[in-house]
């Protein structure tokens, strides 16, 4: 997590860095900090503290003109959230100052064999980087002490690194962490994410991992850890300024949830061409042939996972099994022989996919990655890659992103299946279904009727199932009540002594099959002083229902039926005055195992 942000050039770096922090806040946001060169002393500042960006811009309102910057916005991992172990942090004599995002895993190693006189103001591990940068500066050429220092570093790192002595120059080094390289007319921006880069850059390249850089204000050199050069290879930045604003919405996660029907309509666009679609036919052939899918994802993505496991099972008889990353990562199970790996990823960053990757890759599998990031880690390190199109995502908690997961898995299901219905037609829909629902919900009313306790459950079965895993993930993101998603048959195996009087318990109802069963577990829990409601799609609706969804594709029901739950999150945190877009503890790219 963590982003960080550089800017070398013709204006003023405190602006750029700044704008680009404050739209990379979503990666991290514990404390904030910057650094400008001070030409009246020749020294650079550095500004910093825990809180937000906002804090930091008002602490740099009176810092002078500097045309060189580095900043940085944190999310803690080596110490406390205080303004010494915020970045940007320096070396000994203060000559080198640098930010990093990422993880040194032998830091303690480090200082115990070649800075054991030093003197550490932080606890983190980012400031062994300066202090060994310095120590190898005294024999080496700055150049070559921050290779050998990169040569000595393990874990992941993004970084960007300031030398006193001169102060025309941003050095950059990327492993594992991502790190983009802008180039504009008005200089060189440094950055975690393209985003940051809107507005000041009109062409990127996405860095490769062990990609040491020298930038100057009209020049930039790549080269790798030995040296040697590297080609820039850049490429148009088609982002736009409204695409990272929030609009008329007072939470980009608000915005997002509204944008999820022209994310379906996007998708489709984008994947088809007058009925024809748009997939590499290697890519539908490696899906074809591969006797088992293994979907790998965290969090959102990987209940978007499960549910594209139904797609695949269900439309092309295809066995997949899901796992969560962090866990696959370490403990595989016995794989089938011609496996066919698929990462389902928004950030296309995260750390514990990547670990899965990386064996995967070492190990000759195919890999998938679907992700909402084409220039991400794992779109370019695995063999295949497709893009989601649901545009940035900003709110920490996932909305878009996963739906637009559910669309695109459901486009490849149906690509090698019998194809039993129009998709095009039945996507269409679910995108109306979403907007009707939108333009008359009466969620909040009910939040504040229900979600009244400190705990709540989401229970359904079939697909709703894997809905309810994904509302009660959102619910306790953001809102920090405690949540469970249950099978609603399996709440009596056990979980149902939790129900007290007034506990909330929040039934999924899509399918007329299994809407009878459902139902009668709701009927136990009431029994028990629960305060039940249902989110029904019309064709199972029966009088005193609550919320009724517009029925949509039997297979697609995910898309619809996930949206109130979304809004149930976000109504439930609106009323508790929390944080929405940046719930306590969290980040939005988990970039750390
Ligand atoms: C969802 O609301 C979360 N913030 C989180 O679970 C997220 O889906 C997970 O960290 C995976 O991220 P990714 O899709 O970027 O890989």
Not at 133 to 159: C, D, M, P, R
Not at 316 to 332: L, M, N, T
Not at 395 to 422: G, M, N, R
Not at 542 to 561: F, Q, R
Request: hydrophobic letters at 40%; glycine letters at 6%.
């Amino acid at each position: 997590m963590c982003g960080i942000v550089g800017f070398i050039g013709h204006k003023n770096a405190k602006d750029v860095v700044l704008n680009g922090l404050t739209r990379l806040e979503y990666r991290g946001y514990d404390s904030a900090g910057l650094s400008l060169y001070n030409q009246r002393y020749q020294i650079f500042d550095v500004y910093k503290d825990e809180g937000r960006v906002a804090k930091l811009v008002e602490s740099t309102k009176h810092a002078d003109f500097s045309t060189i910057g580095i900043g940085h916005t944190r999310w803690a991992t080596h110490g406390k959230v205080n303004k010494e172990n915020s970045h940007p942090h320096y070396s000994q004599t203060r000559r080198f100052i640098v930010v990093h995002n990422g993880v040194i895993e032998n830091y303690q190693e480090l200082k115990d064999q070649y800075l054991h006189n030093h003197v550490f103001q932080s606890e983190t591990d980012t400031e062994v980087i300066a202090q060994l940068i310095e120590t190898f500066s005294q024999t080496l050429h700055v150049e070559n002490a921050i290779t050998t220092t990169l040569k000595l570093l393990h874990g992941s790192y993004a970084l960007l690194v300031l030398d006193s002595n001169d102060p025309e120059k941003i050095y950059a080094a990327k492993y594992k962490s991502p790190l983009i390289l802008g180039v504009g007319s008005d200089g060189i921006t440094i950055a975690s994410d393209l985003m940051a880069l809107v507005g000041y850059s009109s062409d990127y390249h996405a860095l490769d991992d062990k990609t040491f850089i020298v930038a100057r204000k009209d020049d930039v050199r790549l080269f790798n850890l030995d040296h040697q050069p590297l080609d820039l290879h850049l490429k148009k930045i088609e982002l736009d300024d409204a695409v990272t604003t929030k609009g008329e919405y007072a939470h980009y996660m608000l915005k997002e949830i509204h944008e999820q029907p022209s994310v379906i309509r996007r998708i489709l666009t984008n994947y088809y061409d007058k009925d024809i679609v748009q997939i590499k036919p290697e890519i539908l052939s490696a899906i074809k042939d591969a006797d088992r899918l293994y979907i790998l994802a965290a969090g959102t993505s990987m209940h978007a996972g499960l549910i594209g496991k139904q797609l695949f099972e269900k439309l092309c008889e295809i066995p997949v099994e899901v796992h969560i990353a962090s866990e696959f990562a370490y403990q595989k199970p016995l794989l089938s022989k011609k496996p066919l790996f698929i990462l389902v990823t928004q950030s296309g960053e995260t750390a514990d996919l990547r670990a899965c990757l990386v064996d995967l890759n070492e190990r000759g599998f195919e890999t998938l990655t679907i992700t909402n990031v084409p220039t991400s880690t794992l779109a370019r390190e695995a063999t295949y890659s497709i893009e989601l199109f649901a545009g940035p995502e900003i709110a920490v908690a996932s909305t878009k992103a996963y739906v637009a997961q559910v669309s695109v898995l459901t486009i490849l299901a149906y690509e090698l299946s019998q194809k039993p219905f129009d998709l095009h037609t039945e996507l269409s829909k679910a995108a109306i279904s979403i907007e009707n629902f939108l333009a008359s919900e009466n969620i909040r009313e009910i939040v504040r009727h229900y979600l009244t306790r400190r705990n709540a459950f989401f229970i359904g079965r079939g697909l709703d199932y894997f809905i309810g895993l994904e509302a009660a993930l959102k619910l306790k993101e953001i809102s920090y009540i405690q949540t469970e998603g249950f099978a609603a048959g399996e709440l009596k195996h056990g979980t149902i002594a939790l129900i007290e009087d007034s506990t909330p318990v929040i039934a999924l109802i899509s399918d007329p099959k299994m809407s009878p069963n459902t139902r009668s577990n709701l009927k136990e829990v009431q029994a028990r002083g629960a305060k039940t409601f249902k989110i029904v799609l019309e064709s199972c609706k029966i009088e005193g229902d609550e919320v009724i969804i517009d029925d949509v594709y039997s297979l697609l029901t995910p898309l619809v039926m996930v949206v109130p739950t979304q809004l149930i999150a976000y109504y439930a945190a609106l009323e508790r005055a929390y944080d929405i877009d940046k719930p306590r503890n969290l980040a939005k790219s988990v970039t750390v195992e």
